[in-house]
């Protein structure tokens, strides 16, 4: 089982970037995905959730707005677009799976993900 971020790097105040999850080892459209962020000193907190049918995904107030997640079942990954970023959002992000399919209101746990990628550094430069 793997999951690979990929698309982080240093962009300025508000630019975009899109992050990229791709899913290996598991049977990808059965798994919710959800993505966390964490920023030096600060807990990991919760960004996004998008079920395995692509229905409308949950965010956090925070990205509300900004941040948009998609998947590709097909290529068996999943993106997360970030608009109008800010120096707030400079954190390392993470995918994570959850086998249940569904996003919940309990879904900003990371206790209910199975699977985690590595993450990938995201940098907004004020």
């Known amino acids: 089982v793997q999951l690979v971020e990929s698309g982080g790097g240093l962009v300025q105040h508000g630019g975009s970037l899109r992050l990229s999850c791709a899913a290996s080892g598991f049977t990808f459209d059965d798994y919710a995905i959800g993505w966390f962020r964490q920023a030096p000193g600060k807990e990991r907190e919760w960004v996004a959730c998008?079920?395995?049918?692509?229905?409308?995904?949950l965010y956090d107030a925070s990205v509300k707005g900004r941040f948009f997640a998609t998947r590709d079942t097909g290529k068996n990954t999943v993106y997360l677009r970030m608009n109008t970023l800010k120096a707030e959002d400079t954190a390392v992000y993470y995918c994570?799976?959850?086998?249940?399919?569904?996003?919940?209101?309990?879904?900003?746990?990371?206790?209910?993900?199975?699977?985690w990628g590595q993450g990938t550094q995201v940098t907004v430069s004020s």
């Open positions: 994570a799976a959850d086998d249940r399919g569904s996003c919940f209101a309990e879904s900003w746990r990371g206790s209910n993900y199975e699977h």
């Open positions: 998008i079920s395995s049918r692509n229905v409308v995904p």
